[in-house]
């Protein structure tokens, strides 16, 4: 049997879940293809979308991929996929990928029977097409290292629970890429995850910070908890600072939103560590899902506690943030 008739047949054998990772693994980095053409060619196109005097930036290169994302996930699957994604205005490209990753097809054996169930009415996909475009409109093409910071996101979730995701970085290395996906029961791939590190470093965000953000980071640093702080962008990369060794992922704010964290929170679950918001609470991915995460964002890998930093977050950080407030 050659080796495309092999593909195929693997194809046709793999439960949903697998083929839907698999697919969306290609469509990622068509993704990211693209929005690397765009940061060549000079010209972002960057609008502000926020209404209330603060920055909320969109460039040509996050609409592109939307569409992109989005119509080859419906082409390769249904119209009637849920899919809710960070931009609503998007540009039209005229190719669209169909192809699929075999290696996700060659994990399909380790799917537990509640995973060969799931149906495509029963996901729901989030995309962050460009997560850290403050980082990417700052950018000076290549050469800028903030461009490394620059992920394709998209998650998919079940019972209002992360399931799985795809985190795609452009221009991880000198420009070649690489993509991240894990399936939670099966596995994270694609990066290597590494154990305890000597130092705890605690990730936050490089341009959202608030006066309880950086209380936070006080505490977790009085209480052992942070030996130094990194303020990088996107919470994918965040996520991935945590996969790379970093202890955790700190955000007591509600600025994140449900389509930045779907994914990650795949990556980090799938190799054992946790994300939940800042009270240990876990966010809900349900089509009725509200978008803010106001509960802010706390990510740990396997090797922490994670009660550790929950504990350590002081009550009135916690009640500070409208989730507390909601649910008390």
């Not at 399909?108 to 980082?135: A, F, M, N, Q, Y």
Request: aromatic residues 6%; charged residues 20%.
């Amino acid at each position: 049997m050659d080796g495309q008739k092999q593909a195929e047949q693997m194809w046709n054998q793999s439960c949903f879940i697998t083929r839907l990772v698999s697919s969306t693994v290609r469509i990622s980095e068509t993704a990211g293809n693209l929005i690397k053409r765009i940061m060549s060619e000079g010209d972002l196109k960057v609008v502000n979308k926020a209404t209330d005097g603060k920055a909320d930036l969109q460039t040509e290169a996050d609409r592109a991929a939307q569409y992109c994302i989005e119509k080859s996930l419906q082409a390769k699957f249904s119209d009637k996929l849920k899919i809710i994604g960070e931009e609503d205005v998007t540009s039209v490209v005229p190719n669209l990928e169909t192809n699929f990753c075999i290696d996700v097809l060659k994990q399909d054996s380790k799917c537990s029977d509640e995973l060969r169930s799931i149906k495509p009415e029963d996901v729901v996909i989030w995309v962050d097409p460009l997560d850290g475009t403050s980082e990417f409109a700052q950018a000076a093409k290549s050469a800028s290292p903030l461009l490394q910071q620059v992920t394709v996101l998209i998650g998919i979730a079940y019972k209002g629970r992360s399931v799985a995701g795809v985190v795609h970085q452009p221009y991880y290395g000198n420009g070649q890429g690489r993509t991240l996906w894990a399936i939670v029961g099966v596995g994270t791939f694609g990066i290597p995850v590494i154990g305890k590190s000597a130092s705890k470093v605690v990730v936050t965000t490089r341009s959202h910070s608030t006066p309880m953000v950086t209380e936070a980071l006080e505490i977790l640093a009085k209480q052992g908890l942070a030996d130094c702080v990194e303020r990088v962008g996107g919470a994918g990369y965040k996520v991935i600072k945590c996969l790379e060794g970093a202890a955790a992922y700190v955000f007591a704010s509600p600025g994140c939103k449900k389509w930045d964290t779907a994914a990650p929170e795949a990556l980090i679950t799938a190799s054992g560590g946790s994300l939940t918001d800042i009270s240990g609470r876990p966010l809900y991915y349900g089509m009725d899902a509200q978008i803010t995460n106001t509960g802010g964002v706390l990510a740990t890998p396997y090797w922490v506690q994670h009660e550790d930093y929950v504990n350590a977050i002081p009550a009135h950080v916690k009640a500070s943030l409208p989730e507390f407030a909601a649910k008390n």
